[in-house]
């Protein structure tokens, strides 16, 4: 009899011990691979203690690293969670103080080809006999999982997601570490060009749910799913990853990896390439050979990098600024650390071109920040795409940012960030249908990052599709309703744009009451009750530079502002202050609130000043 049919159920819950899935009712419940483990262990001894040892050397054999106390106890716990009870009121595992755990829930044994064959598991005291058959089925089964779990699976995976992975230190500390290394797997994996691998930042989403696999699989928008462990103990670190079938949800492969700490880069390139093979795909064959001592790190500015990666993805003023820190110590701590110096060019372009820093001091810093990491590492996507949006919006080197861009996403086909900044790049030089086809491949790849959101709306907008940019910035506002009154701005001006000016007008009342300023919001519609649009118009214009520091006004804003109320005066002088002040959200080509003033000698002027073909 097939060894992969056996199952062992107890209450309303089957654990399919081949398979390494725990189900409910038949609904499959998401428990990783080391918990699973110990469930599996405590099934096979129902009614007896397994201790802390025994338990320590079937999931840690002699000669592995591991704080295996702390890591049993997180591994229990998880079991309990996916079980739904709590340790102070057991009904399956009962914790024996000082001694293991013990599984005290009936159990019975069955084969799926023979559901009214039940082998039942009584007690301890069953007979031999069914030792035997035990045992000879648990071997029978680890024989088949190591030929399953190592067998490349057959089916084409064309886009695969990697789940955060799961911290077993059991300290929330080390949080930072466990997101760090499922943001440099998903780097890696971003290397192949074959399989579309979603971002890190959507993938966040899920850190901690208990959606099934299916389910997260289909938001976003991936064939298979990567889920893991991570445990670091003193110098070692070691990765413990699955591949699951997204369809099925059934587990295809599991491998443990485990180095040095100063060896992380050669762990995660050894998990990259494993599952690579399993899904049939290839890394990068053309890249260049990486600098010798790219495959080391110093481990001290390695953990300093994931901390500033974990504080700048908050994307909040406070986080960027804190990443910022911790990139230059890491740098500090090695002077030769290349993904440290793009760290510190990320931060500074967006600490920037959001205004947290003044641009003349940031967009420099970012500028020899990339270039330095490139002088140390020629293959980091990352540094090429700073240095392609430094060379683009602030140097107006269009050729110069076209080659950047197009050298990151040949080396990182699945870096969302690279073809988002490319997608603004392409807008800028007037390649709209170029620009919404990189912008809709950022989406693919990372479809939960609320600035690749805004962006697609943007775009719709300059091409003229505006129900479908409308309708975007509405499913912007549903996803992040922190954003909506900056999505009603937009929206408002779509509207304007369509000649639909009260709708316009209430979408901007709506958008100013979101921005804490009510009052504002009732005076510019009782403006355009009395004055009409341009009376509107007029009233934001006026409001825009009352509140602004004389010599700070957001100059492209009134820019646009004035074009649209016809003032073609007023809207070139403010354009030409754009121009001096290097505004990098200049898009003269492409912005359809310049539509009316494009042919003017000036504008055409302002154009080429930015060493843009007329």
Not at 98 to 125: C, D, H, K, W
Not at 274 to 283: D, H, Y
Not at 385 to 401: C, K, M, R, Y
Not at 468 to 493: D, F, G, R, V, W
Request: proline share 5%.
């Amino acid at each position: 009899m097939p060894a992969q049919n056996w199952v062992v159920r107890f209450g309303s819950f089957e654990a399919d011990i081949c398979a390494g899935e725990l189900r409910r009712n038949g609904v499959r419940l998401k428990l990783q691979s080391q918990p699973f483990r110990v469930l599996a262990l405590l099934l096979q001894r129902p009614g007896q203690i397994l201790t802390r040892e025994e338990l320590q050397q079937e999931l840690w054999p002699s000669g592995t690293f591991v704080d295996y106390e702390q890591g049993l106890a997180t591994a229990v716990n998880k079991v309990r969670d996916a079980l739904g009870e709590s340790s102070a009121n057991p009904r399956f595992i009962e914790t024996v103080p000082r001694q293991g755990y013990r599984f005290i829930a009936p159990v019975t044994t069955v084969l799926r080809e023979s559901p009214g064959l039940p082998l039942p598991v009584r007690s301890p005291g069953r007979r031999i006999r069914i030792y035997i058959i035990a045992a000879v089925t648990a071997l029978a089964s680890v024989a088949l999982v190591g030929w399953l779990l190592h067998k490349p699976y057959p089916r084409h995976i064309e886009s695969l997601a990697v789940l955060p992975l799961d911290n077993l230190s059991g300290d929330p500390a080390q949080e930072y570490f466990a997101d760090g290394m499922t943001d440099e797997l998903i780097t890696n994996l971003g290397k192949i060009s074959q399989v579309r691998v979603i971002s890190s930042g959507s993938a966040a989403r899920y850190k901690g749910t208990r959606k099934a696999v299916s389910e997260i699989a289909r938001e976003l928008g991936a064939d298979a799913v990567i889920e893991g462990t991570v445990l670091r103990s003193g110098k070692r670190v070691r990765i413990t990853a699955q591949l699951i079938d997204a369809d099925k949800e059934k587990h295809l492969w599991a491998q443990s990896f485990e180095r040095d700490l100063d060896d992380v880069l050669a762990l995660q390139d050894d998990m990259a390439r494993a599952i690579a093979g399993q899904v049939r795909a290839k890394l990068l064959a053309n890249d260049p050979a990486r600098p010798v001592r790219a495959g080391m790190v110093d481990p001290r500015a390695h953990d300093l990098y994931l901390q500033g990666r974990y504080c700048w993805r908050q994307r909040t003023r406070e986080g960027e600024q804190a990443g910022l820190e911790y990139f230059v110590q890491a740098v500090a701590q090695d002077p030769n650390y290349a993904h440290a110096y793009a760290g510190i060019a990320d931060s500074y372009l967006v600490l920037g071109a959001h205004g947290r820093l003044p641009p003349a001091e940031a967009f420099p810093k970012a500028r020899e920040a990339a270039r330095m990491a490139l002088q140390i590492d020629d293959n980091l996507a990352e540094a090429h795409t700073s240095l392609g949006w430094i060379e683009a919006f602030v140097d107006w080197d269009w050729p110069g940012s076209d080659r950047e861009f197009r050298r990151a996403v040949d080396l990182q086909p699945n870096y969302p960030t690279a073809h988002h900044w490319y997608s603004h790049y392409l807008a800028a030089v007037g390649q709209l249908d170029d620009s919404l086809a990189e912008i809709r491949r950022a989406h693919q790849l990372d479809p939960f990052e609320v600035n690749i959101d805004v962006w697609l709306g943007t775009i719709l907008y300059d091409l003229g599709c505006y129900d479908e940019a409308i309708a975007q910035h509405q499913k912007t506002i549903e996803l992040y309703p922190h954003t909506a009154a900056a999505q009603l701005n937009e929206i408002s001006t779509i509207l304007g744009r369509q000649g639909k000016l009260n709708a316009a007008v209430e979408s901007q009342r709506k958008s100013q009451t979101l921005s804490d300023d009510p009052r504002f919001a009732e005076t510019l519609w009782q403006a355009y009750t009395s004055s009409g649009y341009n009376g509107y118009l007029k009233k934001r214009i006026e409001h825009t530079i009352s509140t602004s520091a004389r010599g700070s006004e957001p100059a492209s804003s009134l820019a646009q502002l004035y074009a649209t109320l016809g003032d073609k005066d007023a809207a070139l002088r403010w354009l030409e202050r754009a121009v001096e002040q290097r505004d990098v959200w200049l898009y003269l080509k492409t912005d359809p609130a310049y539509d009316n003033i494009r042919s003017d000698p000036r504008f055409q002027s302002l154009v080429r000043r930015m060493h843009l073909n007329p």
